[in-house]
């Protein structure tokens, strides 16, 4: 292997391994700092409320990342239950989606104003940041757990909790035969809003 496959290959792993955590840790904190608002209390007495990103690393959620540009990060420690209402976690799961099409968007303007170099570093680090966060935002979307919107049936149907092996498995197919070229279809037009 030559000196300059692993510089590409450094390269790579110095864009792609910082998208993903910036997408988990900001969807996580938001999701956790919401519910804390709300009423529970249990994010912060974990000492998950934070920016720590190796708090919420799922292992499985991680690979799914690398190997199809889609995944899932581990949720932040919240019980629903401490909620003034038991119909909040509803609002800050939905918060929770969103932020991460905020983030992205975000990042789009950093990058229509300060126009960095297209074969620079800062400019393929932000269209990473962009890519991954409107994946995580439009995968979250699936009905199946572990991912937000599995969450969401199971708050409805609690026995739903009980799928989530085949639903992992289901999420592995759905990627492996190759589901996700919907959605990125969907992600490079948004994209194009920057060109």
Do not use: H
Request: net charge neutral.
């Amino acid at each position: 292997m030559s000196i300059q496959v692993l510089i590409e290959a450094l390269r790579e792993f110095l864009v792609i391994i910082p998208s993903i955590l910036l997408a988990i840790t900001f969807r996580e904190y938001i999701v956790g700092y919401i519910a804390y608002k709300l009423g529970d209390t249990t994010p912060v007495d974990t000492g998950l409320l934070s920016f720590n990103p190796f708090n919420f690393i799922d292992n499985i959620g991680l690979i799914f990342f690398i190997a199809f540009g889609y995944g899932w990060g581990k949720q932040i420690a919240v019980d629903f239950r401490n909620l003034k209402k038991r119909s909040y976690y509803l609002y800050f799961e939905l918060i929770g989606i969103f932020s991460n099409f905020v983030l992205a968007l975000f990042f789009m303007l950093l990058i229509i104003l300060y126009r960095p170099s297209p074969v620079g570093y800062i400019y393929n680090l932000f269209m990473n940041i962009i890519k991954i966060n409107l994946n995580y935002f439009i995968v979250s979307f699936l009905p199946l757990l572990p991912l937000p919107g599995g969450r969401v049936v199971a708050f409805f149907w609690e026995d739903y909790n009980r799928t989530e092996f085949f639903c992992l498995i289901l999420l592995f197919l759905f990627f492996i035969l190759g589901g996700g070229n919907v959605f990125d279809v969907a992600v490079v037009n948004f994209m194009k809003i920057i060109e």
